[in-house]
């Protein structure tokens, strides 16, 4: 299991929910005697936690164009931004 992860490409929160759903497939089998021992509790994706491909760099308003807003805030094209 920590083969597919470590080699599956994908980045930290679509890893999390793999493992989230390892979790409840071995919870499963344990319960219903399927298997004896849960191997998913040895699955670890924490050096993985940096990686993030769709992260976006947001830059804030600068509190120029924030009054510059404020100041056209009766004006109705502008209300529609």
């Known amino acids: 299991m920590q083969y597919?992860?470590?080699n599956c490409g994908k980045n930290y929160p679509t890893l999390r929910?793999?493992?989230v759903l390892l979790n409840q497939l071995y919870d499963y089998a344990v319960k219903?005697?399927?298997c004896n021992k849960d191997y998913s509790q040895y699955i670890d994706i924490t050096k993985?936690?940096?990686?993030?491909p769709n992260k976006t760099d947001?830059?804030?308003f600068l509190m120029e164009e924030i009054d510059l807003l404020w100041i056209q805030k009766n004006n109705e094209f502008?209300?529609?931004y």
């Open 48 to 52: 993985y936690k940096a990686k993030n």
């Open 58 to 60: 947001r830059t804030p």
């Open 32 to 34: 219903y005697e399927i």
């Open 4 to 6: 597919v992860i470590d």
């Open 17 to 19: 929910k793999l493992k």
């Open 78 to 80: 502008v209300q529609m």
